[in-house]
């Protein structure tokens, strides 16, 4: 008998869909509420590009001396290098005024849109640097990067509330 093939699923294309919030306080961020997600911020419109924002996992080896083979287990967890960038305004009146360097918070992102129901990652996070990209004779609007020391082990795959 034949496995039984993994189900098809809907796909898509996450620009223009996925949604970003900046959320400045959180009661508990395993579980956010409603109320706390539409107090932040949806950061979408100005964003250009986001980089990162996944796990990574380590192997411990566990060698043993009945064979050459070297099996492992899983080991610690950690963050990859996390960013997003965004558009600049030349009075400064932009992400610089919600997210200054050193700014502790949230990042949600919601890969299928805030849709009740849909899964979202909730990531407790702080702000590590903002840098200015706008060189001259650069064929790109002015953008700032924002690059972020993830504290805590994420929230993964939560279940966006109504």
């Given at each position: 008998?034949?496995?039984?093939?993994?189900a098809?699923?809907?796909?898509?294309?996450?620009?223009?869909?996925?949604?970003?919030?900046?959320?400045?306080?959180?009661?508990?961020?395993?579980?956010?509420?409603?109320?706390?997600?539409?107090?932040?911020?949806?950061?979408r419109?100005?964003?250009?590009?986001?980089?990162?924002?996944?796990?990574?996992?380590?192997?411990?080896?566990?060698?043993?001396?009945?064979?050459?083979?070297?099996?492992?287990?899983?080991?610690?967890?950690?963050?990859?290098?996390?960013?997003?960038?965004?558009?600049?305004?030349?009075?400064?009146?932009?992400?610089?005024?919600?997210?200054?360097?050193?700014?502790?918070?949230?990042?949600?992102?919601?890969?299928?849109?805030?849709?009740?129901?849909?899964?979202?990652?909730?990531?407790?996070?702080?702000?590590?640097?903002?840098?200015?990209?706008?060189?001259?004779?650069?064929?790109?609007?002015?953008?700032?990067?924002?690059?972020?020391?993830?504290?805590?082990?994420?929230?993964?795959?939560?279940?966006?509330?109504?």
């Open positions: 008998m034949a496995a039984t093939p993994i098809s699923v809907e796909r898509y294309w996450p620009t223009g869909v996925a949604e970003w919030l900046w959320v400045p306080t959180m009661a508990d961020y395993t579980s956010p509420s409603r109320l706390e997600l539409d107090a932040g911020t949806a950061l419109r100005e964003m250009n590009s986001s980089e990162g924002w996944n796990t990574t996992g380590e192997d411990i080896a566990t060698p043993d001396g009945e064979t050459r083979f070297e099996g492992s287990i899983p080991g610690k967890i950690t963050a990859e290098e996390s960013s997003f960038t965004m558009y600049a305004d030349p009075t400064g009146q932009d992400a610089r005024q919600l997210m200054p360097r050193g700014t502790a918070g949230y990042v949600v992102r919601m890969p299928g849109g805030d849709v009740a129901g849909r899964l979202m990652d909730v990531y407790p996070v702080r702000v590590k640097t903002v840098s200015k990209l706008m060189n001259v004779g650069e064929e790109e609007a002015g953008r700032l990067q924002f690059q972020f020391s993830i504290s805590r082990e994420p929230a993964e795959d939560l279940v966006i509330p109504a």
